[in-house]
């Protein structure tokens, strides 16, 4: 069965870095496209970040700049640097996969950035 697994959230002062990461099992990872998303509650889940199978990548508007996706197929994991942390940038952040048709999720990993 497909599992991701977040790791990497914390507390934060704005203008501080976070690496969050996702390891993923149970597909296909090299082939896959991965996602990061986040959701704060009351509010929809938003795509922050995005990777394809070929390292194609795209950013929400408001973190692009700040934050850095990327993949190691080697270790079957997808990374989001955050630097510049801004307050808004507190949620749940989940891991995503889609493959095949079907999305994945990952359980999620609280980023809380305040002062």
């Known amino acids: 069965q497909v599992q991701l697994v977040e790791s990497g959230g914390g507390l934060v002062q704005p203008g501080g870095s976070l690496r969050l990461s996702c390891a993923a099992s149970?597909?296909?990872?090299?082939?896959?496209?991965m996602g990061w998303y986040r959701q704060v509650p009351g509010k929809q889940r938003e795509l922050v970040a995005g990777?394809?199978?070929?390292?194609?990548?795209n950013y929400a508007y408001s973190v692009k700049g700040r934050f850095t996706i990327s993949r190691d197929n080697a270790k079957n994991t997808v990374f989001l640097q955050m630097n510049s942390l801004k307050p808004e940038d507190t949620a749940v952040y989940y891991c995503n996969a889609h493959f095949f048709s079907a999305d994945y999720w990952g359980q999620g990993t609280q980023v809380t950035v305040s002062s």
């Open positions: 149970g597909i296909s990872f090299s082939v896959a496209r």
């Open positions: 990777i394809t199978s070929g390292a194609s990548t």
